[in-house]
Nanobody, 127 residues
Framework: QVQLVESGGGSVQAGGSLRLSCAASGYVYGIHCMAWFRQAPGKEREGVAALDLHGGASYTDSVKGRFTISQDSAKNLYLQMNSLEPEDTAMYYC??????????????????????WGQGTQVTVSA
């Protein structure tokens, strides 16, 4: 089993930055892909960024050039979010999978590909 706990959310003005963290615990050695998803009120959950253990980061088009996904050796996951826009307002979730999923960064895996989920952290961006 893997446990994921997100932190780092908050309220910022448009143009500001936030760094989300996801602390992984449990059988982290079995993780081969981690990702960030988000869900805005009244909308479906969508993939934001994903990263395979041996590299290969993928992003949804709306965040390319603004967000950066990264991971440390302890399998903790991060999302650096710059130039935030009101449209980025959402609950952000961390997810993990025992499989490599991004195909070297060519694929943004859907939520059905992930086995483990955190509880989420809220990001609010005001105009």
């Amino acid at each position: 089993q893997v446990q994921l706990v997100e932190s780092g959310g908050g309220s910022v003005q448009a143009g500001g930055s936030l760094r989300l963290s996801c602390a992984a615990s449990g059988y982290v050695y079995g993780i081969h892909c981690m990702a960030w998803f988000r869900q805005a009120p009244g909308k479906e959950r969508e993939g934001v960024a994903a990263l395979d253990l041996h590299g290969g980061a993928s992003y949804t088009d709306s965040v390319k050039g603004r967000f950066t996904i990264s991971q440390d050796s302890a399998k903790n996951l991060y999302l650096q979010m710059n130039s935030l826009e009101p449209e980025d307002t959402a609950m952000y979730y961390c997810a993990a999978s025992p499989h490599a999923l991004t195909h070297g960064g060519w694929r943004l895996p859907p939520e059905g590909d992930f086995n483990y989920w955190g509880q989420g952290t809220q990001v609010t961006v005001s105009a």
